[in-house]
T-cell receptor, first 115, second 114 residues
């Protein structure tokens, strides 16, 4: 595997279900991100992890729970979601350093549908 | 919060035509980025701009970082069918608690007719 991978690619769940999205980066980066992409809206940053520590929670509802067990893996645990949470969830990683700009590499995303 | 206005929202052009899209912001950014997203994939970085006034090319793509640091444009010359996709601008602030945080535009959907 190369780059950033995400599983599953598609997920359909009911509002009472509990599921998890998984992201893995094979680039040796030290920062990982979750974004939400809804139709006709800009990508919305949800969470940022630097060196496994959460450094940003962009006012995301508690029904979304991130987990970063190591610098290569990132999870998004989902429970009691709402239909409006249906979207493409994108994971990204980057190498944060002293130079400033760090290119974020994106995974292919998980297409989530909440019924 | 920071917002980026990207225009146009969509474009339908003939192969061989040039394309221009732009982004404006209410806030200043240190870095402007342009991404392309194809169906079923995540966004891929096309061009990164680091300094106000900077003009950078990547093949048929040219992008500029506005002198006020509040805007950027992307031009695609001599479009081809594989240019189809959604193009996003993104602004990035460097430093402090905003480190690594990208603010994205709404995207421009490009369709190229052969």
């Amino acid at each position: 595997e190369t780059g950033v991978t995400q599983t599953p690619r598609h997920l359909v769940m009911g509002m009472t279900n509990k599921k998890s999205l998984k992201c893995e980066q094979h680039l040796g980066h030290n920062a990982m991100y979750w974004y939400k992409q809804s139709a006709k809206k800009p990508l919305e940053l949800m969470f940022v992890y630097n060196f496994k520590e959460q450094t940003e929670n962009n006012s995301v509802p508690s029904r979304f729970s991130p987990e970063c067990p190591n610098s290569s893996h990132l999870f998004l645990h989902l429970h009691t979601l709402q239909p409006e949470d249906s979207a493409l969830y994108l994971c990204a990683s980057s190498q944060v350093g002293l130079a400033g700009f760090d290119e974020q590499f994106f995974g292919p995303g998980t297409r989530l549908t909440v019924l | 919060g920071q917002q980026l206005n990207q225009s146009p929202q969509s474009m339908f052009i003939q192969e061989g035509e040039d394309v221009s899209m732009n982004c404006t912001s209410s806030s200043i950014f240190n870095t402007w980025l342009w991404y392309k997203q194809e169906p079923g994939e995540g966004p891929v970085l096309l061009i990164a701009l680091y300094k106000a006034g900077e003009l950078t090319s990547n093949g048929r793509l040219t992008a500029q970082f506005g002198i006020t640091r509040k805007d950027s444009f992307l031009n695609i010359s001599a479009s081809i069918p594989s240019d189809v996709g959604i193009y996003f601008c993104a602004g990035q602030m460097i430093g402090g608690t905003s480190y690594g945080k990208l603010t994205f535009g709404q995207g421009t959907i490009l369709t190229v007719h052969p």
